[in-house]
């Protein structure tokens, strides 16, 4: 049976014990539910609820149509070797054009949706589609294979360090497209077939829209997942961190430092092992005795502290007996709740911790209540939320147990819900600039201010070529604030004349970054724990002849500042990020949706970093329609053309939109 919904609101369709819902969600896109017997109101997603908006229904013998502006779906009634089944295509409504159809996995069994019972009503889901000749896919999250365009690979949905889990993508066919399920599962983007995959849920919950441009793709979806808030003015400055500052007075010696030398410093850092244990959400008084000085000396200067904050709670902690019997630890299916080793302060050695449940209203109010005291009221306002995914060990999220649900149905969520807990208590608290940079995601996660960065990854060339492509496909998947840790995490030797030309061209790239920030675990290493600090990391750590070099890009970003305001703002009204690959811009450009190795950074500037050791020129494409002005030489460029920019060391490849104002050469 197919009809309209009994509420006008939908088109339905029955089959035998399945049900369909599709109901318009937003301007030029709906929302589809399947789901055995019913369709269940309130389980977990990203979407926001849609205004209701008018539809146009048709109805025939062979199925149904509901018209909501630029996409039309289609209900087709179909004949199978085991009974009639539907089956949903998605159209352009102006030509009629085929966007997405599913597609059934056999003639016989099964078809385009399967529902494989796990008990107590939960299903391995899957949901398939047809494959289309020539289609390109961007978006769905943030990951290290170095692929901008990721037709043909299989990914994962589950979170992890540096692999983050935004189950979002746009095709090049017009379309845009939300798996709504936070549910551990698979996308495989293979030739014969697209399927999505969740490994235990109780129905199929998808978003699709269409547009003409791929901008439009990215508002709609920002309307329908949230917009991300304006971002400070503050924050589009250079933030300063290393693996860890010890103390206090370690961590202000270098901010006076950046103050003596006259560099821009806009953020400084306080990671982790700067509490007494996990859990207790405050600093060791012995080794941070006056954070509320502390941050009064840096705000002087002009300096915001960034304080980090776990979502981890050592047994030992003052408040897990608390949280425990309260119910506000993450809790497991079998065994204890325990989910991670730690070598924590006082400890010779690793004991396993909990998990606060950032699903559960009533967590997320208590640990905001300690972050309050503790860090807010001492004047520290900015949150470094690490280990967010979060980062169980072994990965066990199908053995976890939270308020929200199991974890195999809703395990993805954790970092944007964690994000909510200090989005809303910032804001209860009358401060509304809301800046928390997250190591892990979810689709909805900016609207709470989460600024992505791109986890613990290599100090390697190979590791800054996958940067690029990592971050334009957080763009695309909704996160428009994203950062990188500038010369990488893992290792490098401020002593080597290799690693510090890595460290100039990471810093001209950073530049153009939303958000501009050093970090990294520098030789000499030491073993992991609370005596750790890590090697040198401040810009004068890599000789006099690179800091020239990161000093021009410093000064390079302070120019830029207002531009990158100007962006940010067309981010928080229009869900257009800053950074973004050149299709977004140039859609009508065929050669532009294959650049994976340069990006715009906003409208007028075209950005082409230097990704390979010893390089001193590069190519660049130039998208076709305006003319293109190299600041550095002041030569101009049609549109339309290839050309071989000289790289020197001190200076990356950039053009100017002919006519934009915007200072790459200081005047």
């Known amino acids: 049976m197919i009809a309209i919904s009994s509420d006008g609101l939908a088109l339905e369709a029955i089959v035998r014990h399945e049900i369909l ?76 054009e085929e966007l997405l159809a ?66 979002f993508l746009l095709s090049s066919r017009g379309y845009g497209f939300l798996w709504n399920m936070p549910a551990v599962g698979r996308i495989e983007l293979a030739e014969n077939g697209t399927r999505w995959v969740a490994d235990s849920a109780r129905q199929i919950d998808y978003w699709i829209t269409a547009a003409d441009t791929p901008a ?31 103390s206090q007075e370690e961590l202000l010696t270098v901010a006076r430092e950046y103050q003596r030398r006259g560099l821009p410093l806009s953020v400084i850092v306080t990671d982790f092992f700067h509490w007494t244990h996990l ?42 007996r608390t949280m425990l019997d309260a119910g506000l630890l993450v809790g497991t299916e079998h065994g204890v709740p325990h989910h991670a080793p730690w070598r924590d302060k006082g400890l010779r050695a690793e004991i396993p911790v909990a998990f606060y449940d950032s699903t559960n209203p009533r967590a997320r109010q208590f640990i905001w209540s300690k972050i309050k005291r503790n860090y807010f ?41 964690h994000a909510r807990a200090f989005h809303e208590g910032m804001n209860a608290a009358g401060d509304g600039e809301v800046v928390l940079l997250c190591r892990s995601a979810w689709a909805g996660s900016q609207r709470y201010g989460a600024a992505l960065w791109s986890g613990d990854i290599a100090s390697t ?81 890599f000789g006099e002849d690179a800091l020239a070099h990161i000093e021009a890009s410093l000064r390079l970003r302070e120019r ?5 305001m100007r962006q940010m703002r067309m981010a928080h009204e229009r869900g257009i990020p800053p950074m973004r690959p050149v299709f977004i811009d140039f859609p009508d450009d065929e050669r532009a949706w294959s650049i994976d190795d340069a990006f715009l950074f906003g409208p007028d500037v075209l950005v082409a970093p230097i990704l ?45 939109r002919e006519g934009a104002e915007v200072p790459i050469v200081r005047q």
């Open 461 to 541: 060339w190979a590791s800054l070529q996958a940067q690029v492509r990592a971050g334009l496909n957080i763009a695309i998947s909704g996160i428009p604030w994203w950062t990188t840790d500038i010369g990488g995490f893992h290792g490098g030797d401020p002593e080597s004349a290799e690693y510090r030309e890595l460290m100039v061209r990471w810093f001209q790239y950073g530049v153009f970054c939303p958000l501009f920030r050093l970090h990294g675990f520098r030789n000499p290493r030491a073993p992991f724990g609370p005596e750790m600090t890590g090697g040198p990391n401040e810009v004068w750590s």
């Open 612 to 656: 390979h050791a010893g390089a001193r020129s590069r190519s660049v494409y130039l998208p076709a329609g305006v003319t293109w002005v190299d600041p550095w030489t002041g030569t101009r460029h049609p549109g339309g053309t290839e050309v071989h920019p000289d790289a020197p060391l001190e200076r990356i490849p950039v053009f100017v």
């Open 21 to 96: 819902r599709i109901e318009p969600w937003g301007p030029d896109s709906f929302r589809v539910r399947v789901g055995r017997q019913t369709i269940v109101d309130g389980i977990p997603g990203a979407l926001l609820p849609a205004k209701v908006s008018s539809a146009k229904f048709a109805m025939g013998d062979q199925g149904g149509s509901i018209v909501n502006g630029a996409l039309t779906a289609i209900v087709e009634r179909i004949a199978t070797d085991t009974g009639g089944d539907v089956r949903v295509r998605f159209v352009r409504t102006r030509d009629g």
């Open 279 to 320: 859990g207790d959400w405050r600093f060791d008084p012995k080794e941070w005795p006056d954070p509320a000085g502390m941050v009064a000396e840096l705000a002087r200067m002009g300096v915001k502290l960034m304080v980090s904050i776990w979502p981890s709670v050592n047994p030992l902690s003052e408040n897990y």
């Open 377 to 417: 009221d001492q004047g520290a306002r900015v949150y470094w939320l690490d280990g967010c995914e979060p980062e169980i060990q072994p990965g066990h999220p199908h053995n976890l147990r939270f308020f929200a649900g199991p974890g195999a149905e809703v395990f993805n969520m954790y970092p944007l819900t």
């Open 560 to 564: 830029l500042r207002p531009y990158i």
């Open 102 to 167: 599913e597609q059934r996995a056999h003639f016989w069994w099964p078809g385009a949706r399967l529902f494989m019972p796990e008990g107590n009503g939960y299903y391995r889901l899957e949901q398939r589609f047809a494959a289309y000749a020539g289609e390109r896919i961007y978006g769905l999250g943030q990951h290290t294979h170095g692929r901008l365009d990721q037709k043909g690979l299989v990914l994962d949905l589950v979170q992890r360090n540096g692999e983050v889990s935004i189950p």
């Open 216 to 246: 439009e793709i990215l508002a709609h979806y920002a309307d329908a997942t949230g917009h991300a808030p304006m971002l400070p003015e503050w924050a589009s400055g250079f933030w300063q961190s290393k693996l860890r500052y010890r």
